[in-house]
């Protein structure tokens, strides 16, 4: 099974900056890696599929980069509506479909 | 407009079973793989199972292996998850979730999920 660790578990951002958020696999997964956010209540959104390649309608502000081992989803510039949990999920190894644990962004 | 709707969840004793069901609209379902995620209260997310587009290929996660089932409807938009011998750490909410077209296995639509808690 391929473990996916994800870093920080907690993130502080001011609205307006950056954000940086990372994935770590196991072992490689290529390409295969999805990126998704939770708000409070909701079910999880698709964001990033293929490590770099936003879904419809996700912002441009949004972006994935990485392979193998190593993956960042980065946030230029944090609306509110970005506050949120972000998960990584790999599948090119499966079953199991694994998820990382989430990081949590919150308002500074 | 894809939706994935999902019912059937609720308050179980432990032993127990319940059959979860989602019905999708918006989109045409024979032509996509689907799954179950559940998610634990204040955890993170748990693949569950997984079913191909006509059922050749079906695919379970170790802790529910032996006790779930996972099917389909396609004549009938449906997706299901049949849950015996029930546990306390089953205890989450269950998200139906579609499989996008172009790799299968990344979910790009999601239901809002129902809740089953497990507890005598």
């Known amino acids: 099974e391929i473990v996916m660790t994800q870093s920080p578990a907690t993130l502080s951002v001011s609205p307006g900056e950056r954000a940086t958020l990372s994935c770590r696999a196991s072992?490689?997964?290529?390409?295969?890696l999805a990126w998704y956010h939770q708000k409070p209540g909701q079910a999880p959104r698709l964001l990033i599929y293929?490590?770099?390649t936003r879904a419809t309608g996700i912002p441009a502000r949004f972006s994935g980069s990485g392979s193998g081992t190593e993956f960042t989803l980065t946030i230029s510039s944090l609306q509110s509506e970005d506050f949120a949990v972000y998960y990584c999920?790999?599948?090119?190894?499966?079953?199991?479909?694994?998820f990382g644990g989430g990081t949590k962004v919150e308002i500074k | 407009e894809v939706q994935l709707v999902e019912s059937g969840g609720g308050l179980v004793k432990p032993g127990g079973s319940l059959r979860l069901s989602c019905a999708a609209s918006?989109?045409?379902?024979?032509?996509?793989?689907m799954h179950w995620v559940r998610q634990a209260p204040g955890k993170g997310l748990e693949w569950v199972s997984s079913?191909?587009?006509?059922?050749?290929?079906?695919y379970y996660a170790d802790s529910v292996k032996g006790r779930f089932t996972i099917s389909r409807d396609n004549a009938k938009n449906s997706l299901y998850l049949q849950m015996n011998s029930l546990r306390a750490e089953d205890t989450a909410v269950y998200y139906c979730a579609r499989g996008s077209l172009l790799s299968d296995y990344d979910l790009d639509y999601w239901g809002q999920g129902t809740l089953v808690t497990v507890s005598s």
């Open positions: 072992q490689s997964v290529r390409s295969n």
């Open positions: 293929g490590a770099s």
């Open positions: 999920q790999q599948y090119n190894n499966w079953p199991p479909l694994t």
């Open positions: 079913i191909r587009r006509t059922s050749t290929n079906i």
């Open positions: 918006g989109f045409s379902f024979i032509s996509y793989n």
